[in-house]
């Protein structure tokens, strides 16, 4: 793996109150020595078409062709397509807000990414949610929901499933740091840890949750120390280290199937973009953003770790990265020719039973409720 | 057939399901060997073991987002709040997830969401709440609240078979008050029906759960003091809620008298009276009156709870007043 980068001089430089990135880690298994050279490629891949894609949909943003708003995981590709990478087909996940990668990684294409950040009819949720809010459970993804935490208690009852029904698969709920201080990241894992069900729960510590830091979200020395609390283990790994993400995700991911009970997965990382494009991150110490880019780049540090282990060459990243590019090309087209959704589909599928709501009347532009409305023969005469 | 109370019936439920469907499973707190603080799944876990009959921890919003997960991949959890008073320890989990999963996600939720209900019984503030009226408001949930013990158990089947996520309130004065004859086979009642509970020409009743039976012992009064023919109809379903009954009704006695147990402002009442405006205003004889708690947090003393909740002679009342207007 990767040698360990020195952070501490640039610590006593003032670079913020970030912790050391915790590069060199021991972790557990030979995973990651295992992947064979076309999967670390592969791996590679996903993290440039996360960035890519991104990079893609910022330029759509101010087109105003992303109708909302656009959340970027510059910094964060290593820890989401190296932690989904060890997930087998038939396990679920639920990916968090800077997780696209992950959903790239379970089979989420970027035609359906781009459609869903510019609401088209055809998007997955039919222009109903916003960007990566989407899931689909024959490629093994549950869409998230705003309320962060949520999604921790309902992975749970996921894996809860496989557990009562003797299945084979594992459930990986992705959380950030601010939603490890809500109640309901709390009552699932502490739910999952009873009930010991194949859930690994990754607390993706970028540092800031919106403006927050996270002195001001713990006083726990790391989120990883929450784990024992709920007597299951927590690893801790370098979350710009993609091998690394997979090494211990894969760990957790194998007691998980082994019936060994969930796992706390802290990934350390750095959020580079606002906690929204239109987030200037005026809270950020002068430098810490830079310092990360120049230094710390999980992209930048695996090509210089697959050019010096698997000889891969400037040709063969040039080549990736337009193959690259023109599968984006191609869904930018598909997205952009794609249609917006008809009005009245916001009524049907509220329910399975009944199918659809009525227009109100007003929106039928036929008759009005006093017209249509029968009434009594003495109506209006007023005269008892 | 013998009869057997209303919290039988719905025990009657749960079993019948648990062993018609292995994919129907009980979670909640206490539950298990105890068999719940009203005892409701009694016996439940000897029959169907602890993997189907789940002992949780004290944590309403874990254990209903457990359930809309399971819910997801095909399982059918049936969870108990040990109040309904709790459920607003979830009503995130409900009311953001649950509610909205089918819509957004196209993720079914079928689950039932079910606990001990309601006044009467000196519960005080924290174990007497009516909390219907806060989920009425939100697309993709359905609430029923039973008043007799057939409709516990059909209802109850139907719940657990629905697509989507039922809110079952279960009245705790009803709980071994009330007795049925359950019907034979596989008695089910649909979602969203209204039951004529009394039949009567002069003017109705609306209402649903403890308070039918106050409403139904005030129609005999006012039949045997005022000559009165009450008619009194049991909505047994809120969400979706049966308008046509609700008109029918209206058309037929011109006067209508709604009920409920739960505080007034913000109330079902208020959302019953609308409909009736945008449906029937041309039938009525007199305006919708509404006989409701008082808006105070349910206290606990018996003269303080007894003045805050409808009675009966509060129905005779306000029905005798409306019957002259």
Not at chain 1, 195 to 216: F, H, R
Request: charged share 25%.
């Amino acid at each position: 793996m990767d040698a360990p980068v020195d952070l501490s001089a640039s610590l006593a430089a003032g670079v913020g109150g970030r912790r050391p990135t915790p590069v060199g880690l021991p972790v557990q298994g030979n995973y990651a020595a295992r992947l064979t050279r076309a999967q670390k490629l592969e791996l590679y891949r996903w993290m440039r078409l996360t960035r890519s894609l991104e990079e893609r949909l910022v330029a759509l943003y101010r087109q105003t062709k992303v109708v909302g708003g656009l959340f970027r995981s510059l910094g964060q590709e290593a820890d989401a397509c190296g932690s989904a990478y060890a997930l087998e087909r038939r396990d679920i996940m639920s990916p968090l807000i800077r997780n696209l990668g992950s959903m790239l990684v379970k089979g989420a294409t970027p035609t359906e990414i781009l459609k869903q950040y510019m609401a088209k009819g055809d998007s997955p949720t039919r222009g109903r949610e916003l960007n990566i809010h989407f899931g689909d459970l024959d490629r093994g993804f549950v869409g998230q929901i705003s309320h962060l935490g949520d999604m921790v208690p309902v992975m749970a009852g996921v894996a809860l499933s496989f557990k009562l029904r003797g299945e084979d698969r594992v459930v990986l709920v992705y959380v950030g740091d601010g939603a490890t201080s809500t109640g309901a990241f709390h009552e699932g894992i502490n739910f999952a840890a009873v009930q010991k069900v194949p859930l690994v729960c990754i607390v993706e510590n970028n540092g800031y949750a919106y403006s927050t830091p996270t002195e001001k979200q713990t006083a726990a020395r790391a989120y990883v120390d929450k784990a024992p609390g709920y007597g299951i283990p927590g690893v801790v790994a370098d979350g710009n280290d993609v091998l690394a993400t997979y090494e211990v995700t894969r760990a957790a991911v194998d007691r998980a199937r082994a019936g060994g009970g969930p796992t706390l997965i802290e990934l350390v990382t750095y959020r580079r973009k606002g906690h929204a494009e239109h987030d200037n991150q005026s809270y950020v110490p002068d430098g810490e953003i830079e310092w990360w880019a120049a230094n710390n780049d999980p992209i930048d540090r695996y090509i210089r770790w697959l050019g010096q282990h698997e000889h891969v060459t400037a040709d063969e990243f040039a080549a990736l990265d337009a193959d690259v590019l023109a599968q984006i090309d191609r869904a930018t087209d598909e997205a952009e020719a794609s249609g917006f959704p008809e009005p009245v589909d916001c009524l049907d599928g509220i329910y399975a039973d009944p199918p659809a709501l009525a227009p109100h009347w007003y929106r039928d532009g036929v008759r009005s409720a006093v017209e249509r409305n029968e009434r009594p023969a003495s109506w209006g005469t007023h005269d008892g | 057939m013998a009869e057997i109370t209303y919290l039988e019936a719905i025990r009657e439920a749960l079993v019948e399901e648990m062993a018609r469907d292995e994919n129907v499973f009980c979670m909640g707190e206490d539950i298990g060997a105890y068999g719940g603080a009203f005892k409701v799944t009694e016996g439940l876990l000897d029959r169907f073991g602890e993997r189907r009959v789940i002992d949780t921890p004290i944590s309403e919003a874990g254990f209903v987002g457990a359930a809309a997960g399971a819910a997801h991949m095909g399982m059918r959890p049936v969870v108990e709040l040990q109040f309904i008073d709790f459920i607003s320890c979830a009503y995130d989990m409900l009311t953001n997830y649950v509610a909205t999963a089918r819509y957004r996600a196209f993720l079914p939720c079928p689950m039932v969401v079910r606990g001990p209900s309601g006044g009467y019984v000196r519960g005080g503030p924290f174990h007497s709440q009516n909390p219907e009226a806060a989920f009425l408001h939100t697309p993709g949930l359905k609430i029923v609240y039973p008043a007799t013990a057939e409709d516990a158990k059909g209802l109850m089947k139907a719940a657990i078979r629905d697509e989507d996520c039922v809110l079952f309130f279960e009245h705790k004065y009803l709980y071994r008050r009330i007795k049925g004859v359950m019907p034979g086979g596989d008695h089910v009642v649909p979602i969203g029906k209204a039951r004529t509970a009394r039949e009567g020409t002069d003017l109705s009743i609306i209402t649903y759960a403890a308070t039918v039976h106050k409403a139904l012992e005030a129609a005999e009064r006012l039949q045997a003091e005022d000559g009165l023919s009450v008619e009194v109809i049991d909505l047994r379903s809120l969400l979706p809620m049966d308008d046509d009954a609700i008109v029918a009704t209206v058309r037929k006695t011109h006067r209508v008298l709604i009920v409920h147990e739960d505080t007034r402002t913000g109330g079902i009442a208020g959302e019953i009276t609308a409909r009736i405006n945008e449906r029937c205003f041309e039938w009525l004889d007199a305006p919708v009156l509404r006989v409701t708690a008082h808006d105070v947090p349910l206290p606990y003393a018996p003269a303080l709870e007894d003045f805050v909740l409808p009675q009966v002679s509060d129905i005779v009342t306000v029905a005798r007043h409306l019957a002259r207007y």
